[in-house]
């Protein structure tokens, strides 16, 4: 099951990168789940597995089920699946690809270290700023630490930029003392 998450990742994110470029990422979400669908429904499982049906036969066959046009782009995403014999990999491609939607759509909590309250002025542009870099929505909690001297700790999960006068006081001293 692991393998088959590894091998369905470049297409998830492949398809994800695309639909957020073309701001169709509901859409392609859409014709994902209906494609996990058909590759899991039994009779479609037996009617696709034949031996005698070629690619091109496979790729008309499961358009045709879709009850609306599909735009080009999924359909060769399709065909890209089924000329790598990646089609039962749907499921995983469809799972993955709900949660780098998840992920892009939830807020990051960031924790903002200060020597005092910044004002909001100062606050707002922060948060869009690292809006922008993150590209992610931001709650910013602001915490005092008057042993800072100056400049601030920004934390965001596991990444932290340290731009107060200790951490630069800090990392000065390391440097003389190698």
Same mark, same amino acid.
Request: aromatic share 6%.
């Given at each position: 099951?692991?393998?088959?998450? *590894?091998?369905?990742?470049?297409?998830? #994110?492949?398809?994800?990168?695309?639909? !957020?470029?073309?701001?169709?990422?509901?859409?392609? $979400?859409?014709?994902? %789940?209906?494609?996990?669908?058909?590759?899991?429904? @039994?009779?479609? %499982?037996?009617?696709?597995?034949q031996?005698?049906?070629?690619?091109?036969?496979?790729?008309?066959?499961?358009?045709?089920?879709?009850?609306?046009?599909? @735009? *080009?782009?999924?359909?060769?995403?399709? #065909?890209?699946?089924?000329?790598n014999?990646? $089609?039962?990999?749907? @499921?995983?491609?469809?799972? &993955?690809?709900?949660? $780098?939607?998840?992920?892009?759509?939830?807020?990051?909590?960031?924790?903002?270290?200060? *020597?005092?309250? @910044?004002?909001?002025?100062?606050?707002? #542009?922060?948060?869009?700023?690292?809006?922008?870099?993150?590209?992610?929505?931001?709650?910013? &909690?602001?915490? !005092?630490? %008057?042993?800072?001297?100056?400049?601030?700790?920004?934390?965001?999960?596991?990444?932290?930029?340290?731009?107060?006068?200790?951490?630069?006081? *800090?990392k000065?001293?390391?440097?003389?003392?190698?």
């Open positions: 099951m692991n393998e088959l998450s *590894t091998l369905a990742r470049p297409y998830s #994110k492949a398809a994800f990168e695309y639909s !957020i470029e073309k701001s169709v990422i509901e859409d392609w $979400l859409k014709y994902l %789940k209906y494609l996990s669908e058909i590759i899991q429904n @039994p009779l479609a %499982k037996e009617i696709l597995g031996p005698s049906l070629g690619s091109n036969e496979l790729v008309d066959t499961i358009l045709g089920t879709y009850q609306e046009d599909i @735009p *080009t782009a999924f359909e060769n995403f399709i #065909k890209l699946l089924v000329e014999r990646r $089609l039962s990999l749907a @499921p995983f491609i469809t799972r &993955q690809f709900e949660a $780098l939607k998840a992920n892009r759509e939830a807020v990051i909590e960031i924790a903002l270290t200060v *020597t005092e309250k @910044p004002n909001d002025v100062q606050l707002k #542009k922060l948060s869009s700023a690292l809006a922008e870099n993150l590209k992610r929505k931001i709650s910013v &909690q602001v915490l !005092i630490d %008057k042993d800072l001297l100056g400049g601030a700790v920004i934390q965001a999960g596991d990444m932290v930029i340290d731009n107060s006068i200790r951490g630069k006081l *800090t000065l001293a390391d440097s003389l003392n190698t």
